[in-house]
């Protein structure tokens, strides 16, 4: 049974870089890719970006800017990096797999399972 | 970017009532839909994925369906486990996007 677990500091000053890390066990991280997610304090899911085994990424544009997202399938895990924090920045950040699959003969993917999330406020 | 919106944000319901939570994308999406439940403080759990495809180990009271740009999850019967917020999720193309979400709270 695929887990994910996230860590790191769970709290950030303003204008620093926040570092997380998800550590995958029951499965290798090959052949999938991994995503980070994060929800504000009382609200809506945002996807920040993913990352697959080859280190190809994909980021949310809103976030580009500012978002580095790696894998380390030597352990295992993979890491996300957002500069210049503020604020709005505060959020339960998820790692999460994304799975694919064919239903019908065409090609889907979803995300599962997901990590417990680890909770990132950014203050002085 | 393409839009979802769900409706209601909000439904008050009783254990063993039908329920039904629409979303909406703001262009067709063809069956590129996945629908998750969160309870507090846990991450959001997969339920549906491909618009009507049951994830392993989902009861049966739970389906999906639609299409295009009007998506429905449907749970035929509430349990009082069901009590949670639900997302849609578009996964057709990057950013990926999410709902705002429909609070399902007991009546």
């Known amino acids: 049974q695929v887990q994910l677990q996230e860590s790191g500091p769970g709290l950030v000053k303003p204008s620093e870089t926040l570092s997380l890390t998800c550590t995958v066990s029951g499965d290798s991280i090959g052949s999938y890719y991994w995503n980070w997610i994060r929800q504000p304090p009382g609200k809506g899911l945002e996807w920040v970006g993913f990352?697959?085994?080859?280190?190809?990424?994909n980021y949310n544009p809103s976030l580009k800017s500012r978002v580095t997202i790696s894998v380390d399938t030597s352990k295992n895990q993979f890491s996300l990096k957002l500069s210049s924090v503020t604020a709005a920045d505060t959020a339960v950040y998820y790692c999460a797999r994304e799975a694919h699959g064919y239903v019908e003969n065409s090609m889907f993917n979803w995300l599962d399972p997901w990590g417990q999330g680890i909770v990132v406020i950014v203050s002085s | 970017d393409i839009q979802l919106t769900q409706s209601p944000s909000f439904l008050s319901a009783s254990v063993g009532d039908r329920v039904t939570i629409t979303c909406r994308a703001s262009?067709?999406?063809?069956?590129?839909l996945a629908w998750y439940q969160q309870k507090p403080g846990k991450a959001p759990k997969l339920l549906i994925y491909a618009a009507s495809t049951l994830q392993s180990g989902v009861p049966s009271r739970f389906s999906g369906s639609g299409s295009g740009t009007e998506f429905t999850l449907t749970i035929s019967s509430l349990q009082p486990e069901d009590f949670a917020t639900y997302y849609c999720?578009?996964?057709?193309?990057?950013?990926?996007?999410f709902g705002q979400g429909t609070r399902l709270e007991i009546k």
């Open positions: 990352v697959y085994n080859s280190g190809r990424t």
């Open positions: 999720q578009r996964l057709n193309r990057y950013p990926i996007t």
């Open positions: 262009q067709g999406i063809s069956t590129f």
